[in-house]
């Protein structure tokens, strides 16, 4: 007989029945209240019965004479389960466990649908509670820390003191968590390790009630509560009860274990095996990535279309909530937006649909194609064989910006620092940007970068780069951009951000103007005279400089090695054709040292390294990137080892070099001998140069040599 009996208390209990009524197998399903019947389809092989039973009445049921009995209840629901095995001792007919994996947000409209005996008041709260959005679930301590990192707020702490290093790692939480661990010294001891001290321990012994928690949670002001999945007399239950009735969001770490159960696609398979019908054919999973803007109030029409019509919806926790107005009834939400985690759900709701499609939607902040994650998504996606995606645009925070304040940004510079680990690089492309730039719009972390980029901005009016214009340059930000407490504020001094924003976390998009922005010299060039300089330490001529900037054939994002820096005539030349342009100037000489440091700061070249030490054995500093063009203005000698070093960490790069002596001439025409015998070929080209500058005696002007200088550039064939 093509007929089973479903007790169905979880999402997938009714994702199961659509599927097997899809595939012409006859089921009865009983749910426990009058809003399991509401979400159940209405389909013509489903018959939907409302009530609990106990072990007696299921019986009854199960005599009726069915291919399989499936228990599809909520995992905490152990004694519905148990009443459901006891109902089938006597009767030849297959119990099947079907297994649900915890580790999502899940169903935002799911009740309590079990079909079944009372399994107490508890059980049924935590599952109430489970199909509400203020549950998230995370599948380790790793992912559910990362996420408490984008929130604001006490957080409540239940998960004890052995992992409690994970949330403390980067003293990003430390401040707001209230930890409760056993009153033993040990415990103690490793909070205050970890840096929780005073009212922030919690020692205390459980069971703790509802009531318990709920204190704990209105004592300290907690907004999240962190606890791990377990049974049904851990107090589980009673935290996510008192989360509930206080309004704040658990966390939860870790899925539910389950004995002897089944994933999903291994009961759909053994019941059509059972039943002996065949598999459906493969489904179409449509995805569409939608950019939600600012919040989810600035969705497109089209996007809301879309993600409404969407059964899996993944994307950061902020933007899950921002926009859960717009998702529909019924859908499955995932705290993911990488394609390690993402992939696989899809893949086992692609094998679980009832459906003959799935539609998933991709949640993603601002615009899918500014700065997004939206591309590297697509192309993983398309290489797992899912071609079908469709991208909606949202409204970029530059946009939003830009016409809340007036102003246009067709013509602007635009930035993103956000995550951009490299703080000097960041410097470089900001001052970079706002000297040269009418409008820049940059994209940042949170209020370290806000307060980071002020300092910088300062630095250029205060002469650091040599902009004599003190007051033209103004800094707008703007904060939590379309959310309700949403600021956009002109900021005149740094102190302005430590007033009022620092230390508050949340999205800040910066539009930074410049009045009267200084033209961008397109050639290197700079005067002898602009550099710092000591009688004691040389430094490249300004015609030399030139021609050797030019020999080194630069590109944009090239990484340059200065050797034997000096002043660091070479190195500041390089970095300001440039901010994508990374250079380490390398010198061992402690006056040179200092004098380099100088001229550095005195440029505003943040895009420079400075690296203390002797080559070539400096260049293994941990760190560095292998070079693509190097200049090497002084070797102590270690010519021949520096260059086989440095093709040795890239066998591409360019190598100028600058001699004054015959001596050393010959030391380089070697090495392009030498090479033949290692097997390789080296291209060397030598220009001999002789400047003349003209130099004024009275009434007179008459020319004054400078020493011959050879610059040679060696290739690698």
Not at 97 to 107: A, E, Y
Not at 406 to 430: C, F, P, T, Y
Not at 535 to 560: C, D, F
Not at 656 to 670: D, K, N, P, W
Request: hydrophobic share 40%.
């Amino acid at each position: 007989m093509s007929k089973v009996l479903i007790y169905s208390g979880t999402t997938e209990g009714r994702m199961l029945a659509q599927q097997l009524a899809h595939a012409g197998i006859e089921c009865d399903v009983h749910v426990a209240t009058e809003y399991g019947q509401i979400v159940m389809p209405q389909l013509d092989k489903v018959n939907v019965h409302v009530g609990r039973l106990d072990a007696n009445e299921m019986y009854e049921a199960a005599r009726n004479g069915y291919a399989a009995v499936v228990d599809a209840t909520h995992p905490f629901a152990t004694e519905v389960s148990a009443n459901i095995r006891k109902s089938l001792e006597t009767l030849d007919v297959p119990y099947i466990r079907l297994s649900r994996k915890m580790d999502v947000i899940t169903d935002m409209t799911q009740g309590n649908e079990s079909g079944n005996a009372g399994n107490s008041n508890i059980n049924s709260n935590v599952n109430s509670i489970s199909g509400n959005s203020h549950v998230r679930y995370f599948e380790d301590y790793e992912s559910c820390a990362a996420a408490l990192e984008t929130t604001d707020g006490n957080i409540l702490l239940t998960t004890g003191s052995k992992e409690l290093g994970i949330f403390c790692n980067d003293g990003k939480l430390c401040e707001r968590l209230y930890v409760r661990v056993l009153p033993g010294q040990d415990n103690i001891a490793l909070c205050e390790a970890a840096g929780i001290r005073g009212k922030q321990i919690i020692a205390m012994q459980g069971p703790f009630s509802v009531e318990m928690n709920t204190a704990l949670i209105n004592q300290f002001s907690i907004k999240y509560l962190v606890t791990k999945a377990s049974g049904e007399h851990s107090g589980f239950a009673e935290k996510l009860e008192a989360a509930r009735n206080t309004g704040i969001e658990a966390f939860i770490i870790g899925m539910q274990a389950e004995d002897n159960g089944l994933s999903y696609a291994e009961v759909l398979k053994r019941i059509l095996e059972i039943c002996n019908v065949k598999s459906e054919p493969d489904i179409a999973v449509n995805v569409s990535f939608i950019g939600i803007g600012m919040s989810g109030r600035t969705l497109t029409k089209e996007a809301e279309e879309a993600l409404s019509a969407a059964g899996l919806v993944f994307g950061a926790g902020r933007m899950l909530d921002s926009a859960s107005e717009y998702i529909g009834r019924g859908a499955a939400c995932y705290p993911y937006y990488m394609a390690k985690d993402i992939i696989p759900v899809i893949k086992r709701y692609e094998n679980d649909t009832s459906d003959r499609s799935l539609n998933v939607a991709v949640l993603f902040s601002g615009d899918t194609g500014f700065y997004s994650g939206a591309a590297k998504l697509k192309e993983a996606l398309e290489a797992d064989g899912y071609t079908r995606v469709k991208i909606y645009p949202g409204i970029s925070s530059v946009s939003y910006l830009a016409a809340a304040t007036g102003n246009l940004w067709q013509n602007a510079k635009l930035l993103s620092i956000h995550g951009m680990s490299d703080k000097r690089r960041a410097e470089a492309l900001v001052k970079d940007a706002v000297r040269y730039n009418e409008r820049t719009f940059v994209l940042v972390s949170g209020s370290d970068d806000v307060q980071r980029i002020s300092t910088w901005v300062n630095d250029i009016k205060a002469g650091c780069a040599k902009n004599p214009v003190t007051d033209s340059i103004r800094i707008i930000a703007g904060y939590n951009l379309g959310y309700d407490d949403e600021k956009i504020t002109e900021l005149a001094k740094s102190v302005d951000i430590a007033g009022r924003n620092a230390g508050q976390n949340g999205l800040y998009t910066l539009l930074i103007l410049n009045d009267i922005p200084e033209r961008k010299r397109l050639a290197p060039g700079l005067r002898d005279e602009e550099f710092m300089r000591e009688v004691k330490v040389p430094m490249t001529k300004k015609e030399v400089r030139v021609a050797a900037v030019s020999s080194l054939e630069l590109t944009s994002g090239a990484v340059v090695y200065d050797i034997g820096s000096g002043t660091g005539s070479i190195a500041i030349e390089c970095a300001m054709l440039s901010p994508d342009i990374k250079v380490y100037a390398f010198e061992c000489n402690e006056q040179a040292q200092k004098l380099l440091r100088e001229n550095i700061e005195r440029f505003g070249a943040a895009n420079v390294y400075p690296v203390d030490g002797m080559a070539p054995e400096v260049l293994d500093t941990e760190g560095l990137e292998p070079p693509t063009n190097v200049f090497i203005g002084g070797s102590r000698g270690q010519l021949e080892t520096i260059v086989e070093k440095v093709w040795e960490l890239n066998p591409e790069a360019v190598v100028v070099i600058s001699a004054v002596t015959l001596e050393t001439l010959a030391r380089i025409t070697g090495l392009a001998a030498k090479s033949t015998d290692d097997g390789y070929n080296v291209r060397c080209e030598i220009v001999q140069m002789q400047v003349n500058q003209v130099r004024q005696a009275g009434s007179y002007h008459m020319m004054q040599g400078t020493n011959p200088v050879f610059l040679c550039v060696l290739k690698r064939a």
